[in-house]
C-alpha cells in the first residue's frame, strides 16, 4: 500500500539534506540574495522599462514584482513579455515565479528590453 503523504515526507528529506550539504541556512540565504539581486539590478538598470513598485528597502528575495513601463505597466508590452516568455518555453510568470530559473529570466528580461526599449 503507497501512502501519498510518505512520498512528500521522503522528499522533505531529501531536500533537507541537499541543504544540510550545500551549506545549511546561510547558503542557502545567500544564494537567495544573489539570484534575486540578479533580477533587481536588470529591473533598476532598465531606464524605467521594468518597474518595482517595492521600495528597495522593503523588496523579497522570495517574490520580485515588477511592471514594464510604468508603476501602473503597459498591459499590452505586459501582454507580449508574456507571450513572449511562454513561446520560448522557458519560463511562467503570469503570476507566479520562474520555472526556467533565474539567469534564463535574467536573459529573457535583457533581451526583451533591447527589444521593446523607447
Not at 518597474?51 to 514584482?65: L, W
Request: net charge positive.
Amino acid at each position: 500500500v503507497f501512502f501519498p503523504h510518505c512520498f512528500s515526507i521522503y522528499v522533505m528529506g531529501v531536500v533537507l539534506e541537499w541543504i544540510k550539504n550545500s551549506g545549511r541556512a546561510a547558503a542557502m540565504e545567500k544564494l537567495s540574495s544573489i539570484k534575486s539581486q540578479m533580477i533587481y539590478d536588470i529591473i533598476d538598470n532598465s531606464q524605467g522599462f521594468y518597474v518595482c513598485p517595492v521600495e528597495s528597502k522593503n523588496r523579497s528575495k522570495m517574490n520580485i514584482p515588477f511592471r514594464t513601463g510604468n508603476v501602473k505597466g503597459d498591459d499590452a508590452l505586459e501582454k507580449r513579455f508574456l507571450d513572449k516568455a511562454l513561446e520560448l518555453n522557458r519560463i511562467s510568470l503570469k503570476g507566479h515565479r520562474s520555472v526556467g530559473g533565474i539567469q534564463k529570466l535574467a536573459a529573457f528580461m535583457k533581451n526583451f528590453l533591447e527589444m521593446h526599449q523607447l
